[in-house]
Each structure stands twice: as structure tokens, then as C-alpha cells.
């Protein structure tokens, strides 16, 4: 079983930057392939960033403000919001996938942008 926790939401103005973490309680947390998701009221779940080996895959909408990364020694994936725009208004999840399938996800972290 691995437990996710997110932190580093909140509230910021169009234009700001936001910093999530996610801290991981797995062994061999190296093995994961890491996610982060987002989740904006009344729309399904999609993805924003994937850090597979090392490689990263971005959504679109997200290439070029957002960037993810992962700290092994501290079992932590991090993703890096700048120039937020109301539309990145969600709620951002963190999820580990085992290379046999298996997933986990975290309780998610609100991310506000507004004026």
C-alpha cells in the first residue's frame, strides 16, 4: 500500500505560481511512475503531467508553464505552476503506478485562480 499526501495549494492571482508537492510513503519509490491530475468542477479527471523513467509527458494546455520532477531520496514528486490562468482552477491529484499496474492516488489539493 502506498499512501500520497499533496500540499502546496491555495490561492493565487492570474499570473502567479504555485509549488505542489507530493510525498510518497512507498519502498522502492523509484520503481513509480508519477502523475499529477487535475480535476475543475462538473469536468472529468485529466492528466497535467506524467514522469515516466525519465521521461515527462504534459498536457497542452499546461507545455510550457507547468513542470514536474521527482526527488527519489525524499520520495517526493513536485509539480511547478507558473503563469496560472483561471482555467488551471482545479483539483490537482497526485497518483504512483507500479509497473505491474498497480495505482495509488492522494487525497488531492485545491488549486485557485482568480482575481
Known amino acids: 500500500q502506498v499512501q500520497l499526501v499533496e500540499s502546496g495549494g491555495g490561492s493565487v492571482q492570474p499570473g502567479g505560481s504555485l509549488r505542489l508537492s507530493c510525498a510518497a510513503s512507498a519502498d522502492s519509490f523509484w520503481l513509480y511512475s508519477m502523475g499529477w491530475f487535475r480535476q475543475a468542477p462538473g469536468k472529468e479527471r485529466e492528466l497535467v503531467a506524467m514522469?515516466?523513467?525519465?521521461?515527462?509527458n504534459y498536457a497542452d494546455s499546461v507545455k510550457g508553464r507547468f513542470t514536474a520532477s521527482r526527488d527519489n531520496a525524499k520520495s517526493t514528486v513536485y509539480l511547478q505552476m507558473n503563469s496560472l490562468k483561471p482555467e488551471d482552477t482545479a483539483v490537482y491529484y497526485c497518483k504512483a503506478r507500479h509497473p505491474i499496474g498497480t495505482e495509488f492516488w492522494g487525497q488531492g489539493t485545491q488549486v485557485t485562480v482568480s482575481s
Open positions: 514522469i515516466i523513467a525519465s521521461r515527462t
